[in-house]
């Protein structure tokens, strides 16, 4: 009777979680101003939708975001909401997960990691934002557990979806070249940790490659497969398959391009930004990390250690490597908060009640921050996390031109200054042309030209327009600060948020003709 109680309890708690999942990755989900990158990523989906040519460029990332904001847009009309539903539909998800898995990590486990993705500032933050990398930890925490059910119990289906799984992650972004370096490292590191106990499972592993060869070849084509249907558009378009291809000295290309980023150091910020952003809103996954590391070195579980070492691998190269936005903490918080939840559900039932205590409290504390980043401070840049935002004080001017121009009978109720077109270009897609600021014309239909605050003066064809300044973006990235002084700085903003220097911004200029009161 004990066990069938505990077996329904569990499955309330994941009914729970669920449910809790869904209202916090949609409620409110479209409120918030459409941020440059989701105008356009929005955009280029929009146009598969619509049937026009699209051809992986890897600027933008992979396809597999494309496809699904196309099949949504398909679906829905093309909404704030709808904009971020794709990234709320993968975070609900990856909240599940692992509560599926509780056959392979335990219930405590499953659990305690669910729970700590649930309430995580960043990845709801990130769940309800357009952008690649909340899309692709999920095919990463899918992948990694089919890779471990082929290392305990070599067999051809997880071996199968394991490479099914990856080939769908370097469908979304090339973070995963990232990903693979860091499983390698860690496996090596485990390795010699574990010492012999790590032999069965490579003796395991190479006994099955020896025995069942066309299972191996098998997993090769699925990969290949499924990369070749991703990247060519379903087989439609071989120029975008070829761009694909990984080519470190081909800046043309997938790995070469982002490669050659690292020199450029897009964000601009210190080696430690994303220790920054884990103090500032993942503190219970920040110290739980630590003491799983020091647990799993402890109790040499090799699945537990595996994980610690993918999540200090996964920091340690994304902190290394040369862009660093938000959005891309999210493939090393994800071995990180699996490593967390790990020690917390392995330890559990053996912490005292004052750690226990201490936990939980940890764990409010994320819940509030990710409230207050999320449902309060969602469009304030003062919050790292929201990087560069639109500011709701641009959306009545958005409101005002979609009332004005929405019977526009052509495309030129909007001009826009092809120098400012995120994301305009995606906001106000059904009425308006992007023009060059040194040679245009305005239409009899024109109500409305942005023009980039530096082209005005070269800009002669609406020169007796009505002009007025409108800010685009804004933005606060914060000034470095090392002296012992400066803590009380960093103290004060992790509890008020407040900033220690001005804030950021950038300006567009709003045309209107004198003929309509301007």
């Given at each position: ?16 979680i669920?449910?809790?999942a ?5 409620y ?86 669910s ?66 370096a ?21 003796k ?8 069942n ?127 967390t ?12 009640v ?9 764990a409010i ?107 685009l ?46």
């Open positions: 009777m004990t066990g069938l109680k505990n077996r329904y309890s569990f499955w309330i708690v994941c009914v729970g669920f449910a809790v869904i209202f916090s990755r949609l409110l989900l479209g409120i918030r101003p459409v941020h440059h990158d989701e105008g356009m990523l929005s955009y280029f989906a929009w146009q598969l939708a619509e049937m026009k040519n699209y051809s992986y460029s890897p600027q933008i990332h992979g396809p597999i975001l494309f496809y699904v904001q196309a099949v949504l847009f398909a679906l829905f009309e093309t909404s704030n909401f709808v904009v971020r539903l794709g990234p709320a539909i993968f975070g609900i998800i990856l909240v599940a997960i692992p509560l599926s898995l509780y056959k392979a990590i335990g219930k405590p486990r499953a659990t305690a990691i729970l700590l993705i649930l309430v995580s500032p960043m990845f709801l933050y990130f769940s309800r934002f357009l952008v690649h990398t909340s899309l692709v930890v999920v095919f990463y925490l899918g992948f990694i557990y089919f890779l471990r059910s082929f290392v305990v119990s070599p067999k051809p289906i997880p071996l199968y979806l394991a490479s099914i799984f990856l080939a769908l992650a370097f469908g979304v972004s090339e973070v995963t070249y990232i990903l693979v860091a499983i390698f490292a860690s496996a090596a590191v485990s390795t010699l940790i574990l010492g012999r106990k790590s032999f069965k499972y490579y395991n592993i190479g006994q099955y490659f020896k025995e060869s066309p299972d191996i070849v098998s997993a090769i084509l699925l990969f290949v497969l499924v990369w070749i249907a991703i990247y060519s558009v379903g087989f439609t378009n071989v120029a975008s398959l070829k761009t694909s291809i990984p080519n470190p000295f081909a800046k043309d290309t997938s790995l070469g391009f982002w490669l050659s980023q690292h020199d450029v150091r897009l964000g601009g910020q210190p080696w430690f930004y994303y220790l920054l952003l884990a103090l500032s809103y993942e503190p219970i996954i920040l110290l739980g990390s630590l003491f799983g590391l020091v647990d799993s070195i402890i109790k040499k579980n090799p699945f537990y250690l595996f994980v610690a070492w993918w999540a200090v691998f996964m920091l340690a190269i994304f902190s290394w490597a040369g862009e660093k936005f938000p959005w891309l903490f999210l493939p090393p918080l994800l071995p990180l908060t699996v490593l939840g790990y020690y917390i559900g392995t330890n559990w039932k053996n912490f005292k004052l750690s226990k205590i201490f936990w939980v409290a940890m504390i994320s819940l509030f921050i990710s409230i207050r980043l999320n449902y309060i401070n969602h469009t304030e840049t003062r919050e790292m996390a929201v990087y560069v935002q639109t500011p709701l004080s641009f959306q009545k001017v958005i409101d005002k031109i979609e009332k004005d121009c929405k019977d526009s009978p052509d495309k030129n109720c909007v001009l826009i200054d092809q120098k400012i077109s995120w994301p305009l270009s995606w906001t106000f897609k059904d009425y308006s042309t992007l023009i060059y600021s040194e040679n245009f014309t305005p239409q009899p239909s024109t109500k409305y030209i942005f023009m980039d605050v530096a082209s005005i003066s070269s800009m002669n064809a609406a020169k007796d327009w009505n002009s007025q300044q409108v800010q973006r804004e933005w606060w990235v914060p000034e470095s600060c090392h002296k012992i002084t400066c803590m009380p700085k960093y103290f004060e903003y992790f509890i008020t948020r407040k900033v220690w220097n001005e804030k950021g911004g950038f300006d567009t200029t709003l045309l209107t003709p004198v003929k309509n009161g301007g």
